[in-house]
């Protein structure tokens, strides 16, 4: 069972940022995808940002380009989702997960599970 800790949540105006970190095992960050993903009550699970152990693979959601950006630390064992420019849609449970399948943004494709951490952002 892989262990991943997310921190780094809290409450920002819009307009304001916030960084991320899911903190897993070297064992994981070398050979796993590494995703971000969001849940608000009532609705499905989104993939936000995702990336290979290289950092060379990074996709994200269409809804976040040009203001997340997902790097890896592999001295840290962090992967970090720095959020700018953060707008009241992105407040949600934001959760890191792992795996050695294909890196992408489907919440299917991922089978472990950090516990997360909350964003709120007001308006």
């Known amino acids: 069972q892989e262990n991943l800790v997310e921190s780094g949540g809290g409450s920002v105006q819009a307009g304001g940022s916030l960084t991320l970190s899911c903190v897993a095992s070297q064992y994981t960050l070398s050979r796993s995808c590494i995703g971000w993903f969001r849940q608000v009550p009532g609705k499905e699970r989104e993939g936000v940002a995702a990336?290979?152990?290289?950092?060379?693979?990074?996709p994200y959601a269409d809804s976040v380009k040009g203001r997340f950006t997902i790097s890896v630390d592999h001295a840290k064992n962090t992967v970090f989702l720095q959020m700018n420019n953060l707008r009241p849609e992105d407040t949600a449970m934001y959760s890191c997960a792992a795996t050695e399948n294909w890196c992408s943004l489907k919440p299917d494709n991922f089978y472990y599970w950090g516990q997360g951490t909350q964003v709120t952002v007001s308006s």
């Open positions: 990336t290979d152990p290289g950092g060379r693979f990074t």
